[in-house]
C-alpha cells in the first residue's frame, strides 16, 4: 500500500509519528511551514520524519510529485489536519502540495482521511466536513478513546493511530480493538 501522510500546523505532531513510526507500508509524507514548526516543538522535528519517511516533501514544493494524478497512490491521510486545511480541500483551493495531494486524490477518487486536530468546530467549518464527507471522504476528528485503560499520554495516542489504521485498510498495524464477545 502507498500511503501520502500530510502534517499540517494544528497541535499534534505525535500522532504524525506514531503513524510514521508503525506503518508498514511506504509512506511519502508531505509537511506544510507550519507542520514542520510543531514538529519541531512536539517531537524529534523533521529529520525524524525524513528518516522514517520513504520520501518527504514540503508544501511550498507544489511541483513535487504526489501534486500530479499520475503519481499513484492509495490513500492519503492529513494527520493533524487543520481547518483551514479542511476549508481549502472543501473550496477546491490546491495552493500549496498538501491541499493539490488533496485534489488529486478526490479527482482521482483516491481515500482521502482527514484527522482534524481543532476544537471548537464552527458552523462553516462543519459544512465544510459535510461537503467533504458527502464526496466519500473521511471525516476523523482526533479524539483518543479511553476504553482501552490507558495509561499514558503515548497509549491515548496509540489507540487514536489504531483506528487511522483500522479506517485506511492496515489491519496488521493497528492494536488490539473490540473484541467480538465483547459486544455481544
Do not use: H
Not at 504524525?16 to 511506504?26: E, K, P, T, V
Not at 522514517?52 to 494527520?79: E, T, Y
Not at 481515500?111 to 466536513?129: F, G, H, K, N
Not at 471525516?139 to 479511553?146: G, L, N, Q, R, T
Amino acid at each position: 500500500m502507498k500511503i501520502i501522510l500530510g502534517i499540517t500546523g494544528a497541535s499534534g505532531a505525535p500522532y504524525a509519528m506514531d503513524f510514521l513510526r508503525r506503518s508498514s507500508a511506504d509512506v511519502c509524507t508531505l509537511v506544510s511551514s507550519w507542520g514542520e514548526r510543531l514538529l519541531a516543538e512536539e517531537t524529534e522535528g523533521v529529520e525524524e520524519v525524513r528518516r522514517l519517511s520513504k520520501a518527504c516533501f514540503f508544501d511550498d514544493r507544489i511541483d513535487s510529485p504526489p501534486a500530479s494524478g499520475s503519481n499513484v497512490f492509495d490513500v492519503m491521510v492529513i494527520l493533524p489536519c487543520t481547518i483551514s486545511t479542511l476549508a481549502k480541500i472543501a473550496a477546491g483551493i490546491a495552493d500549496t502540495l498538501i491541499t493539490r495531494t488533496a485534489a488529486v486524490a478526490l479527482k482521482e477518487q483516491r481515500r482521502l482521511v482527514l484527522c482534524l486536530r481543532e476544537t471548537p468546530l464552527s458552523a462553516i467549518s462543519l459544512e465544510s466536513a459535510l461537503k467533504l464527507s458527502r464526496l466519500g471522504v473521511v471525516i476523523m476528528p482526533v479524539s483518543p478513546p479511553f476504553y482501552g485503560s490507558p495509561k499514558s499520554a503515548d497509549d491515548l495516542v496509540r489507540a487514536y493511530v489504531d483506528k487511522v489504521f483500522r479506517v485506511i485498510g492496515c489491519p496488521d498495524d493497528a492494536g488490539p480493538g473490540w473484541k467480538s464477545e465483547e459486544l455481544s
